[in-house]
Structures are given as C-alpha cells and as structure tokens.
C-alpha cells in the first residue's frame, strides 16, 4: 500500500507541506494497522473501506461511519473481538487454582478418612519427601561437587557386601535425618545398616521405617535413573527402645518389629531420580504418582490413580544369567520372544539395573519384571524388607501382581532377618499368572 503524494513540495504553502507530510504519516501507519487484517472475508468484497471502530452490539461486531475526511481507498478493516472482563471476585474470596500438592493431598486424605493415625502419616510422608528432594538435587549435582564413585576411597563395604558409594551413604544419612525428626518412627532398617537403627526416645514414634536409601547406586557414575524405595508398618504399642548399649527383652523385641510380613505394611512408595524427580506412594488407597516442580519445590500429583494395564508387551530380566535360571523360567522367556505365550504376541526385552526405573516403566506399560532365583543366588537377589515388599504392595495397590514363585505372593512372606532375599515376578496380572503357571 502506497499513497500518492506530489513529486515536489517546490511552491507549495508551508501549510500545504505539513499536510502533505501528516497525510504521509497516517496512511503509513494505517497501512501497516490494517495488514493483520487482510484475510478478513469483510474486505475481501470492497476496495474501499472506512476506518470503523467497534462497538458493541448484538452481534460481537458492529460498524458506523468514520469522521476521518482522508481516503482510505484499499484500507482493510481492523476488527477487534470484544473483551472479556475477568469475573470480580467478592472481597476475602479464595480462589482455588487446581494444584494438588503431596501435602496438600495428604492433608485433605485425613480429612475424608478421619481414621486414627492419619495425621501422624502426612507427618511422616512429609518427611520421606523433603529427604527425596535434597537426594535429587544430590544426584543432579554430583558430577559436579565431586560425590560420585566410592565411599571412603574404597572398601567400604554393607552388609551384603556390595562396595559403597558415596551417595549410598549420604543418601542413608539424610533420610536417617529426615525420618527421625518426622517423631514417628522408632526403628528404622536400611540396606545400609548391618543391623535395625533405634531412633532416640526423644524423637520415637509408633512406626518402623524399612528404605533402599539410593537403588540402582551403582548406575550413578554414568547418571542413569536411580531411586529411593520405602515401607512403612506400625509398631507395637509402647515400643520405646532406650539408648543404652544392654537392651532388655522387651527392646529387642521392638526391634523384630521389622520384620513384618509387607502385608502388614501402612504405606510404601519409590521416589525416581531421572529426567524428572516422582514420587509414586500408597497409603492402602489406591496408587498415586507426583512429579516434583522445581519452580515451586513441591510435589505435584500428577498420576492419580494409577493402574497397570493387565497385560503388557515387555519382559524386564538379567538375560545374562540365563543359562543358570529353572528350564521351565527359560522355556516361558524363549515364548515371549517368539510370540507363543498366552497372548501370541512378541514380547521386547527392556533391562536398565536400577529396580526403580524398571518397575516404574512397568508400572505405567505393562509387562513383567523379574529378578529369579538362579545357580548363584538360590533364594533370589532383591530384598524383602526395604525392596520386594514395598514394591509389591505399590503393584497390588494399582492391580498388578506380585509372587516368589507359583501361587505365592511376595506380601505373605514372613521374614527371618532383616536383609533376607526372594526371588521376585512382578508385574500386569495376567503377565504374572503366566509365568506363575510356567514354572508351577
């Protein structure tokens, strides 16, 4: 769009230069206002239209004549939609912007529920959560501030005789930290004690913590997803163990309160460090997953009510101790991956070796995860207390199953020491079903 102006301003009034000049100047900027509106069906059909401001009417949209006296030949129309006025809120009204925090849903759980105890859990879980936190930012960083590779320079060995590294200790001090200052817990196991810690009775509880304080550690170095796993039971009633080195028969009987069968379980869950921090957990109502938002530092829900498919198309195994698994183990893998299981579908083989992040994609595609027994570790290599246990509990809790072997859940399991071990299937129900009638 250009307007014609005389090629010379030579002879012209001084008043006839200023108006050429302001007729420049608004064309110029009407031309360019109006080009938002050139596929306007309105100025497809007229050459010439009249500057309109809009008014408000009936139809959104209404015209009325210009006052502008300059010509607009080939000007578009500019039409604006009519403003929507946010809603005025009465004084002292509070807005509810749809965020679910963990505290939050915890909160509002033990409103609904009002059963006893509830109050005491959001406590504890709050506690869980602040200690995932400060694991996640430890794990983002420790490339950085120099926390990877082994603990004490090496040699520092746990009770498994698993070498430690430097997370895995930090990380079992921090939640040690965080659990004890909730005034919840009296007992807590961890992977990394050889034998169940006391909370002082100043900070005791009525609950007993069992945690993998950091599962997959020895992924770190090469930053693949790692993960905290926990459980939580009740304790028996006035289970108050003093601080001194004897303990009575009633004290060591508080600290067999950990071993408990994970049907006895109140609540577990898995917190997962990768592209992104979730913390997935069960109360005994249902599965829920939260994804923590660095912004404002909270947990946010956003998997509620999580269930597993009931079937799915991946298997998740240690192939590299095949040949030491049960045929009839062997004879149900080789089907999966011709296609000749119950479903006649070929099955994908997916392994990370951090249980967390095996388990959680399983959780959300389907499938089965699985640690067998096999010639070198007859009795399985995951533990039942801190990893077997709670996972199971969060399977059944979305619909899935979880067994040692034919018909046998892992959540009857009655241990005999803290850091006792079973083989694990777990997984979609009918995923489990399959294989539990293999190796029946």
């Known amino acids: 769009m250009y307007t014609a102006f005389p090629a010379s301003t030579r002879g012209c009034s001084a008043a006839q230069t200023i108006g050429f000049a302001a007729l420049a100047l608004v064309s110029t900027v009407l031309f360019f206002h109006g080009t938002s509106a050139l596929a306007s069906p309105v100025a497809a059909t007229s050459t010439r239209v009249n500057t309109v401001p809009m008014m408000h009417g009936a139809t959104g949209i209404s015209r009325r004549p210009s006052a502008n006296a300059f010509s607009q030949a080939g000007r578009r129309p500019v039409l604006r939609r009519n403003a929507v006025e946010a809603p005025t809120m009465p004084a002292g009204t509070i807005v509810d912007d ?229 045929p009839k183990l062997q004879g149900y893998i080789d089907n999966l991956k011709k296609g000749e299981g119950s479903s006649g579908a070929k099955y994908s083989s997916r392994y990370i070796g951090s249980m967390v992040g095996d388990v959680h994609r399983t959780l959300l595609y389907g499938g089965i995860f699985a640690y067998p027994a096999d010639a070198k570790n007859t009795n399985g290599k995951l533990r039942l207390l801190y990893e077997a246990a709670p996972m199971s509990l969060i399977f059944e809790q979305a619909g899935g199953k979880s067994i040692v072997g034919p018909n046998k859940r892992v959540l009857d399991v009655i241990p005999e020491q803290v850091h006792q071990r079973v083989p694990v299937f777990i997984g979609s129900p009918e995923d489990v079903d399959e294989v539990s009638a293999a190796l029946a």
């Open 98 to 326: 749809g965020m679910m925090t963990l505290t939050r849903f915890m909160i509002e759980s033990a409103m609904k529920t009002r059963t006893e105890g509830q109050e005491d859990m959001v406590r504890l879980i709050s506690s869980i959560s602040v200690a995932c936190k400060r694991i996640a930012a430890l794990v983002q960083t420790a490339g950085i501030s120099g926390s990877t590779g082994l603990a004490e320079g090496g040699g520092a060995v746990n009770v498994q005789g698993e070498e430690q590294k430097k997370l895995d200790v930090m990380s079992n001090d921090l939640l040690k930290a965080s659990l004890r200052s909730s005034g919840k817990l009296g007992v807590i196991a961890s992977e990394e004690e050889d034998d169940p810690v006391v909370v002082d009775e100043l900070y005791s509880g009525e609950y007993v913590a069992t945690f993998d304080p950091l599962d997959g550690s020895s992924n770190i170095d090469a930053a693949i997803s790692t993960g905290t796993i926990f459980g939580v039971f009740k304790a028996p009633e006035e289970c108050l163990v003093g601080d001194t080195e004897s303990l009575s028969i009633r004290e060591e009987n508080c600290l067999q309160a950990t071993l408990q069968p994970g049907a006895n379980l109140v609540a577990a869950g898995y917190c997962m460090y990768s592209s992104s921090t979730i913390l997935v957990m069960t109360t005994g109502d249902g599965l829920n997953g939260f994804t923590l938002d660095p912004t404002i530092g909270e947990f946010v829900l956003t998997h509620p009510n999580m269930q597993i498919p009931k079937r799915g198309k991946i298997y998740s195994m240690n192939e590299a101790n095949y040949f030491d698994w049960d």
